[in-house]
């Protein structure tokens, strides 16, 4: 019995595509960590362009929590283990998170490969859910001026970023555990190499609930520590956290993500690099405090066993 999963179109063809590759490279470094990809290909009867990603079926518990030990000791292993082909950041194909595609060239630096990554989630976000001045402005200066603050300098004194393989769209609706073992295991990956902290920022989402428990970020931060500057972790964290937030509001038109995008913004340059025509902070409507949840929709590829 296999798992399957269908999809129409262009965006289709990304998305299965994508996932097969990352699902490769997962299962290469840590094989019983991700169901075994067999195939992706194209359906040759007529009508719209469907696609298909074939895999091993894996009789998994989608509804329990995995044990924040347990999980973040692979999902760190996963991340030590991995090696970027090229020694760079990127993926060898376009790779996805829901139907939005990340842009994922490749790139020596770390900070040059976020800002385009963020830059482009965001690009999708204003086309879809329109303008809004004060946005546009945060969004503006956080890549001018706050990326290159945080990200470059990870690397001072000369300090190394590796390029881990990270799953991409890491939260508690693509992990399951093992019915037989009881292990954890990772599905719907939409892949690249990116530094290891990264698979970290969307657990501060509020489509998050499992994961934003502190057990899961403090065992991770057990066996992979934060990078230096160590306390400069939280705001790296808040700054990766974009990424996942506006690729959501893009992707949910009229979701609160976009407002909590915009706030962490706000913190971020009022913090590294103020300037005129963005608001101040607001704690009182930031999800890390106030606990603040939502009731992820699903995504559109349909999933068939």
């Not at 555990?177 to 989402?205: K, P, V």
């Not at 025509?277 to 699903?298: C, E, F, N, W």
Request: aromatic share 12%; proline share 7%.
């Amino acid at each position: 019995m296999w798992g399957r999963s269908i999809a129409f179109g262009e965006t289709g063809r990304i998305m299965l595509g994508g996932e097969f590759e990352s699902s490769k490279v997962i299962h290469s470094t840590m094989p019983d960590f991700i169901p075994t990809p067999i195939s992706f290909g194209k359906f040759t009867a007529p009508g719209p362009a469907t696609y298909f990603y074939l895999s091993e079926y894996v009789d998994m518990d989608v509804a329990t929590a995995p044990d924040p030990a347990e999980f973040a000791r692979r999902l760190a292993q996963l991340h030590k283990a991995s090696q970027s082909p090229q020694g760079k950041f990127g993926f060898h194909v376009p790779t996805c998170d829901g139907d939005r595609p990340h842009v994922v060239d490749w790139r020596d630096s770390w900070a040059v490969f976020f800002r385009e990554l963020f830059l482009g989630v965001c690009e999708l976000d204003i086309r879809r859910n329109g303008r809004w001045p004060e946005y546009e402005r945060a969004i503006h200066q956080v890549a001018r001026q706050v990326i290159p603050r945080l990200l470059d300098s990870l690397q001072e004194g000369g300090r190394p970023v590796k390029p881990c393989i990270i799953h991409g769209d890491l939260w508690e609706g693509n992990v399951g555990i093992r019915s037989q073992s009881g292990r954890s295991i990772l599905f719907d990956a939409g892949s690249f190499y990116g530094h290891n902290e990264m698979e970290l920022g969307a657990w501060r989402c509020e489509y998050t609930s499992l994961f934003r428990a502190s057990e899961y970020t403090e065992a991770y931060l057990q066996h992979y520590p934060p990078a230096e500057p160590a306390h400069e972790f939280d705001d790296r964290n808040r700054l990766y956290s974009l990424k996942g937030a506006i690729n959501y509001s893009a992707g949910h038109p009229g979701s609160e993500l976009r407002r909590t995008a915009y706030n962490n913004m706000c913190y971020l340059c009022e913090k590294y690099a103020p300037r005129k025509g963005i608001d101040k902070y607001d704690p009182s409507i930031d999800p890390s405090l106030t606990g603040a949840r939502i009731v992820p929709h699903q995504d559109t590829a349909e999933d068939l066993i």
